[in-house]
């Protein structure tokens, strides 16, 4: 099992990025995906998780509104768009196969001006 994340990077307070994560090793359309974030000396936190088949997603209430998870089972690919970007989203942030059975190696976003 293979989780490459791409996209993140440095940002203003407003903007956007999209995040994506690209699978391998496993039948990507039978598993559901997440995605998670963490800062230095925190837990890793729930952003958002989408179902198998893509048409049920969750996301945390701490960015409900702004972030977006989506898949592509096509692509084997889970993207997370974020919008309207704050310095308290500055994390790494991770994907993972179901709640965390395995692991991307993470991308940073930073929200700064």
């Known amino acids: 099992v293979q989780l490459v994340e791409s996209g993140g990077g440095l940002v203003q307070p407003g903007g956007s990025l999209r995040l994506s994560c690209a699978a391998s090793g496993f039948t990507f359309s039978s598993y559901y995906m997440s995605w998670y974030r963490q800062t230095p000396g925190k837990e890793r936190e729930l952003v958002a998780f989408v179902c198998s088949a893509g048409g049920t997603t969750t996301t945390a209430d701490s960015v409900k509104g702004r972030f977006t998870i989506s898949r592509d089972n096509a692509k084997n690919t889970v993207y997370l768009q974020m919008n309207n970007l704050k310095p308290e989203d500055t994390a790494m942030y991770y994907c993972?196969?179901?709640?965390?059975?395995?692991w991307g190696q993470g991308t940073q976003v930073t929200v700064s001006s």
């Open positions: 993972a196969r179901r709640m965390g059975d395995y």
